[in-house]
C-alpha cells in the first residue's frame, strides 16, 4: 500500500463539481454523509458489485496513528486475497468476516475503514479488499485497493502469486489509488474534486476515470446537498448472514436451478422475477440454517412448512438442496406436477385455518413468503406448534388476524405500520423479533425472524393468555380458549378459488358482439384512413373511437359481466391484441404492416416462434380488405390450411 500518498504532491484533480450548503458545518457533514453511502453501499452506484463487507472501522486522534495501523493492513488481508483468489485459502470466509464492522460513526479526525468489495457475477470479477482512509481535518478521503499484484514480496508468495496473475485479475470496482477531496471556500460557492496519483494515468485505466468524474463524483457530489441518511450500517441488506458467503451460494443455486425453471415455467406470471427471488429467499434460508446447525450440532438438517406456498418453487429448491418440506396452498398450481419427486417433499392443496388442528410440532420451521391473510398468525401457529418451532414470514399485502389491515400512523408508510404490527404479534407470542431486508427483486423485501424466545417453557400458559388477549383485541368473534380445538377466530376468511381476472373468461356469444361492434364503429369513424401494402393494395384502418363512447355502445348487463371479471371495456379490446390497438383512450385497429406494431407493448418471446401461425388471422377472415401482410410475412394462419402442424 502506498502510504507517501498521502502527502505527495503528484496528484492531479480529474474534474472538480461545485455544491453549497448555508454553513461550513453543514457542508462538511453532508460531505461526511455522502461518502458513508459510498464506503457502507457502493453498490446503489456501482451495479457491478453485490455489496461491500466492512470488516473494521477504527478511529485515531493522530495521523501518524492511523498511518502505522495501515501500514499493517495488506499484511491481513492482502494474503488473504491472493489465497482465495487461487482457491488455496484454508481459513473459512466466516471466519475472515466474523468481526465486521457494523457501526458507522466517526468519532475521531482520522478513520480508517477496511471493507471488503463483493462482485455480483463471481465468474467475471475477483473480490477486493480496501483501505479506505478519512482525514476529517482536510475533508479528505482516500481509497487504497489491496491487491495481490501491490503486496510487498517480502511478505508474500510469489508462487501463489504468480498463479494469480495467469488467472488473470479483474475487479468490479476502482482498483486503483483515489480520493475525493471537499474544498471549502469562505467567500464562493465549495467544490467536491476526484483526484488520481500521476503514476495511475494510463491508457487501460481511462475508462475508469470517466465514470469516477461523471458517474461516481457526481453522485457524492449530490449527495452532499441533500438529505442523506448517514445511519446507513443499520439500514443494509442481508444483516444475519454473511453476504460473502450469500453471494457465492446465490449464484450457485442461480446456476443450478434458474435456467430449467425459467425455460419450464407453465404459470402465467413473470417466470425470472419468481424464480430469482425464490432463489434470493432460499439462498438465505439455508445460510441461516447451516449457521444454526452449528451452533446447535444438529446431526440433521431443519424441516420446513411453507404456509401458503403458491407456485411451489421455495419448497422444491430446498428439498432439492436436502432439507424435509411440506409446502401447502389452497389452491393447486399447474408447475407442481413438473418438479422431479423427491422423497422429502410434499406439496398438498389444502385450506389453512388458524386453529389448534393446524399445528406443526414435527417440523422445526414455519415459512410465510407473501402468505397474504395468514401472515400475523404465523407467529401464533409457531408459539402454539411447540417451544422449538421457528419461523420466518415475508410481509407482503397487508391482513389483519380477520380483515384487511387498515390502520395508519402519521409519518410512517402503511407497509412499515404492517410491519410494526407483525412485529408486535411475534413479540406477544413470545418471539425475539430479528428484522432483515433480503436481496432479492421486490419492494416488499423485510422479513421477521423469530428462532428464540423471551420466556421459559414453564411459562408457557401465561404466553398463550397473552396470544388469546392480543387477538381478541383485534377480532370480532373472537373464540380462542387456551386449550380448545375451535377455530381461533370466527371470522377469519380463506382466500377462495380464485376470480377470474382480465375478462379471459367472458362467453363467446358476448365477446364476438363487442369486437364485431367496435370494429364496425372504427370503419365508420371520422377521418377514417387508408394506407398502401406491399402487394400496392389500398388497406383501410379505419379512424379512432374515445373508449366512453364504445361503453355507451353495451347495455349494461354486459358492462357488469365484464366487471364481475374485473375488467371492463377497455380490458376486453386489450385482450384482443390482434385486431385493437388502444392507447390515449381510444381504440383503432392494429396496423400490422408497421415494422413492429407492438414494441411499445411487449417484449418479444425467446419462444415466440413456437406460436406462429398456431392461431387464425382476425383481418384475413374479417376485414373487407383482408390482411394487410402476406401468407408468408403474417404470424397468424391465413385460413385452415396456413395453420402450424402440431
Known amino acids: 500500500m502506498n502510504l507517501q500518498s498521502l502527502t505527495s504532491s503528484s496528484w492531479i484533480s480529474l474534474k472538480g463539481l461545485k455544491v453549497s450548503a448555508t454553513n461550513t458545518l453543514e457542508l462538511t457533514t453532508s460531505f461526511e454523509k455522502a461518502l458513508k453511502v459510498w464506503v457502507w453501499k457502493p453498490h446503489v452506484v456501482n451495479q457491478r458489485l453485490f455489496a461491500a463487507k466492512i470488516l473494521s472501522n477504527d478511529q485515531f486522534s493522530t495521523k501518524q496513528d492511523a498511518l502505522e495501523f495501515m501500514k499493517k493492513q495488506p499484511l491481513k488481508y492482502g494474503d488473504i486475497s491472493v489465497l482465495e483468489k487461487t482457491g488455496e485459502l484454508t481459513i473459512p470466509a466466516s471466519e475472515v468476516l466474523k468481526d465486521f464492522a457494523k457501526n458507522d460513526t466517526f468519532t475521531n479526525d482520522f478513520v480508517v475503514v477496511m471493507r471488503l468489495l463483493l462482485p455480483k457475477s463471481t465468474k467475471i470479477y475477483n473480490h477486493m479488499f480496501e483501505a479506505v482512509f478519512i482525514d476529517r481535518t482536510t475533508n479528505e478521503a482516500t481509497f487504497f485497493p489491496i491487491l495481490p499484484r501491490k503486496l510487498d514480496t517480502q511478505h508474500s508468495c510469489s508462487d501463489i502469486e504468480d498463479k494469480a496473475r495467469k488467472l488473470g485479475a479483474r475487479y468490479a470496482s476502482i482498483s486503483f489509488v483515489y480520493k475525493f477531496k471537499l474544498k471549502i471556500s469562505d467567500v464562493g460557492v465549495s467544490e467536491i474534486e476526484v483526484y488520481i496519483l500521476s503514476c495511475e494515468r494510463k491508457p487501460e485505466n481511462e475508462p475508469t476515470e470517466k465514470w469516477l468524474c461523471d458517474v461516481l463524483l457526481m453522485k457524492i457530489t449530490k449527495w452532499s446537498m441533500e438529505e442523506v441518511d448517514g445511519n446507513l450500517a443499520t439500514k443494509t441488506s442481508l444483516q444475519l448472514v454473511c453476504s460473502m458467503l450469500y453471494n457465492q451460494l446465490y449464484h450457485q443455486l442461480k446456476d443450478k436451478y434458474a435456467a430449467v425453471l425459467v425455460d419450464n415455467w407453465k404459470e402465467s406470471t413473470d417466470a425470472k422475477k419468481f424464480v430469482y427471488e425464490d432463489i434470493g429467499i432460499a439462498t438465505y434460508l439455508i445460510l441461516m440454517w447451516e449457521d444454526e446447525q452449528r451452533q446447535l450440532k444438529f446431526d440433521v438438517k431443519q424441516s420446513f412448512v411453507d404456509l401458503g406456498c403458491g407456485n411451489g418453487l421455495l419448497v422444491y429448491i430446498l428439498c432439492s ?195 364485431t361492434t367496435v370494429f364496425t364503429a372504427i370503419m365508420k369513424a371520422d377521418q377514417e384512413q387508408s394506407i398502401e401494402t406491399e402487394t400496392g393494395q389500398i388497406w383501410h384502418t379505419g379512424g379512432t373511437v374515445p373508449l366512453t363512447d364504445v361503453s355507451q355502445m353495451f347495455a349494461r348487463d354486459t358492462l357488469t359481466e365484464l366487471k364481475s371479471q374485473h375488467g371492463g371495456i377497455q380490458t376486453l379490446l386489450r385482450n384482443q391484441f390482434q385486431i385493437f390497438e388502444v392507447r390515449g383512450g381510444v381504440v383503432k385497429l392494429r396496423n400490422w404492416s408497421q415494422e413492429n406494431p407492438c414494441s411499445r407493448y411487449k417484449k418479444p418471446r425467446k419462444d415466440s416462434r413456437d406460436f406462429i401461425k398456431t392461431k387464425l388471422c382476425w383481418f384475413h377472415d374479417h376485414h373487407p380488405d383482408g390482411c394487410p401482410l402476406t401468407l408468408e410475412k403474417c404470424q397468424f394462419a391465413h385460413g385452415i390450411q396456413d395453420m402450424k402442424k402440431t
Not at 410491519?419 to 433480503?438: H, I, P, R, S, W
Not at 373464540?479 to 377462495?496: E, L
Request: charged share 30%; net charge neutral; glycine share 6%.
Open 321 to 515: 438442496e436436502g432439507y424435509r418440506g411440506l409446502g401447502l396452498d389452497i389452491r393447486k398450481r399447474k408447475i407442481w406436477d413438473t418438479y422431479p419427486p423427491l422423497p422429502q417433499m410434499k406439496l398438498e392443496e389444502k385450506n389453512i385455518t388458524p386453529s389448534d388442528e393446524s399445528l406443526f410440532p414435527e417440523y422445526n420451521w414455519l415459512i410465510g413468503n407473501h402468505s397474504d391473510e395468514l401472515t400475523p398468525w404465523i407467529p401464533v401457529i409457531a408459539a402454539k406448534s411447540s417451544f422449538t418451532t421457528r419461523f420466518l414470514v415475508l410481509p407482503c399485502c397487508p391482513h389483519d388476524f380477520d380483515k384487511k389491515f387498515n390502520k395508519k400512523v402519521s409519518g410512517e408508510s402503511q407497509y412499515r405500520t404492517y410491519l410494526n404490527f407483525v412485529k408486535k404479534v411475534g413479540q406477544t407470542c413470545g418471539f425475539v423479533m430479528e428484522e432483515d431486508a433480503l436481496r432479492i427483486p421486490s419492494t416488499k423485501r423485510i422479513c421477521f425472524i423469530g428462532k428464540s424466545r423471551t420466556y421459559e417453557k414453564s411459562e408457557e400458559e401465561a404466553i398463550y393468555t397473552d396470544i388469546h388477549d392480543l387477538i381478541a383485541s383485534q377480532c370480532d368473534g373472537m373464540d380462542m380458549a387456551v386449550n380448545n380445538d375451535s377455530s381461533w377466530s370466527k371470522k377469519f376468511q380463506v382466500r377462495g378459488e380464485e376470480k377470474v381476472r382480465n375478462c379471459t373468461q367472458v362467453d363467446l356469444v358476448v365477446r364476438e358482439n363487442i369486437i
